[in-house]
């Protein structure tokens, strides 16, 4: 039976390896994600490798409030000179310093603009001299308070030396150094991670980076000789309590590695998505593949049933093919898998100066899961075809070749049960509560497309007729028309592949219309602001005050509003905030209205907040909150009033005067500038530039511009999709080459005789191409509508979250189904040639 099988394998290896494409496909973005994510992780370890060995221990007060992720990092509490003694009266201490050093520091340019970054953070930190882990490369440490060192990277990105006078930026006003040194670290390294760093004198450090003389961000801790650092460690935890951390250097250097393993965690999640993609959709290619293959070799069975062969026999002969199959398919995506890992660890590496990327390594890890997601996915495809092959019943040897297409009343069944409780998932998720939305979501997706996808051949006979009728004015057309409709069951797999990735880019894509949409008109009909001052940055940018006051005095001007913005615990979680130094003036500006409560002003002890953000925390005019800023200790507010969503102010605002304690900068970030009626924006905008030349970080931007700054996350989320998009048509391009292939194969006796009562090659071609096309038009109409139904589901549901209206992306869905034309003419080129060129004579007595 084994040798049977192999030999039938042999015969039709083609066919089968061509189905096994997707799989290659499926095996190389997984094993890609794992290869890249495996070497850069030791890259990054290499590179933090030491990065603090010029301490034990560091003692630290823990951060108030956890970073946001993609925010900057925590601003460090202050540690004063009370702290530092206590840590140096611990038994087994030999020496204990207070250290400053915290994100923030932003050196100018040549040009007046802040220096690109070279991948990593940009610290401020107090200079204490050289060691074992830092070494001056040219010049001294900073002595006077008016110079400053730089490392090697700030240097030679900026083209810096020393004696140049540089402009830096803090959570202050812009200040000018001397660079007195240029530094760099252990083993030649010019950068850890990428990072730039600016060292000042303790005092200064102090004052730009911490807001207060005498404090620390940090101790320093060196261990006597005769002592184990996890003894003093765990003694310093015993003496200061749970307030404080402490750290090995060792520890120090992993927290700053994985914190620098952010992207690389996102292009993992990005490569899986397209494996998910290309599994979920290749299970239908080889289930089709199967399916066809086993009703071409119903004789072969059913002889094989007749000698004597068990069904269990026949499951595991269908099974080994599956298995050799998805085993070889295993075998070149773990292969193209690696190359693709290289290349993006390369690639990543590249953005981050000073990264030098480890030797190639091929985790054991991603061995296993190729071959279990490989194999394990071809077989459980192949399954329900071998148990179809197990049922021929031995009598079957005497019929045609051919198995019509019955009905499937289970898969009838199943598919409804599988398409009901998707659609119950996608209604918990989107209109429930709880923590795993979007987990019950995403699983009310996929049953949603296997549903759609079991049911679809209740109704492709029907669509595709009606579909074929565009073609149907010649006989060419007709024919094809007719052979798309004739097995109904294969038409809707064969759709499937296409209809799955169609659905999935416009569901998101109305989703992200939608959302652009409702920002554009809200910004547009409430935002009074005809200018505004952003930085690239989003809200880590800083506008001078003088500046504002300048700009307050240009003719034409009628109204100035600022705003700064910060990350706060409220209750246990982090939550973005926001503080406007004219809140009334704001308020006018934005258009805000009242929802409940008095929003005229922002009181001391008291909050405003938007509804969505007022809804999600369950709170009501009156109720109390408590906030825990970046500085200073936890305060309790009322919530004063609810304004009506506005997405440029939909977060918690708080009063002016506690934000500029407890902020992390202590300038604003962002400026609306309203203009006098009849004044024009062009006219105003080159002196509002000059007027902001001090705040190098922002640019005078267009209320248009404001809307396309805030949308252009989207549009790079609407890029990714389109790529998985790319992923599904190259599949589906397979499933329909190899569903014609095979198609061609089982009616080879009837296109002999169509060629011999007068079909010209030309027209066989063209027969073959309207199947083709009508079953990628079908599969991208059912993948438009599924798509479209869901997105609109999913708008509806967001409308607390600012999506007030919902948008198709007609233009889009247009693209997509001329782009399923002609994915049908490409797919249809192979077979439709392989048909065109039958030798008639042998092809009308083919058996």
Known sequence: MITATLKSLLSRKLRLLLSGLAVVLGVMFVAGSMVMKDTLSRSFDAQFAGAHDDIDLQVSLKPKVDAEAGDAAAVPPAVDAAAVRRVTAVAGVDSARGVVEAEGARALGKDGKVVPGTGGPRYGKSWTGENKLIGLRDGRGPRAADEIAINVALAEKAGFKVGDRVGVLTGQPKKTFTVAGIFGYSDGRDSIGGEQTVAFTEPVAQELMMG????????????????????????????????????????LSKKAADASRQTLDLM??????????????????????????????????????????????????????????????????????????????????????????????????????????????????????????????????????????????KQTVTGAVLLGLGLVLLALGLFGSGDNALTTILGGVLFTFIGVALLTPLFSGPAVWALGGIFSRSLPGQLGRRNSARNPRRTAITASALMIGIALVTAISTIVSSAKDSMSDDVSSQLKAELVALGDGGTSAAIEPKALDRARELPGMAAVSAAAFDSAKIGKETQSVSSWQDWGTTRKMMSLRAESGDIDTVPQGAVLMNKGTAKDRGLSVGDELTVQLQRGEARTYRLAGVFEDMPLVNNIVLPWADAQGGFRAQQPSQAYFQLKSGTSADSVRPELEKALADSPEVTVQSRDEVVDKYNSGMDMMLGIVQALLAVALIIAVLGIVNTLALSVLERTKELGALRAIGLSRGQTVRMIMTESVVISLFGALLGLVVGAGLGMAIVRAMKDQGVSGLTLPWSMMLNYLIGAVVVGMLASIIPARRGARLNVLKAVSHE
């Open 268 to 409: 993992t999640k990005l490569l899986l998505g397209f494996a998910a993609v290309a599994v979920l959709v290749g299970i239908f290619l080889i289930i089709n593949t199967f399916s066809i293959i086993i009703a071409q070799r119903l004789r072969e069975l059913a002889l094989l049933r007749a000698m004597g062969a068990s069904r269990r026999q026949v499951i595991g002969s269908v099974l080994l093919e599956s298995f050799v199959v998805g085993l070889i398919a295993s075998v070149i995506g773990l292969a193209a898998g690696v190359g693709i890992g290289a290349l993006g660890a390369d690639m990543l590496a590249g953005n981050t100066d000073g990264l030098k990327v480890a030797s190639l390594g091929l985790p054991t890890g991603a061995v296993v899961t190729s071959f279990t997601v490989g194999v394990g996915v071809t077989m459980l495809a192949a399954l329900s075809p071998a148990m179809k092959a197990s049922r021929v019943a031995p009598i079957a040897v005497i019929r045609a070749s051919g198995t019509p297409d019955h009905g499937h009343r």
């Open 212 to 251: 207060k003389a005498g404090s620390f961000s940090g101790i320093s801790v060196t261990t006597a000789s005769d002592t184990s650092v996890a003894t003093v460690q765990d003694a310093l935890k015993q003496q200061l309590g749970a307030d404080f951390q402490v750290e090995t250097g060792e520890e």
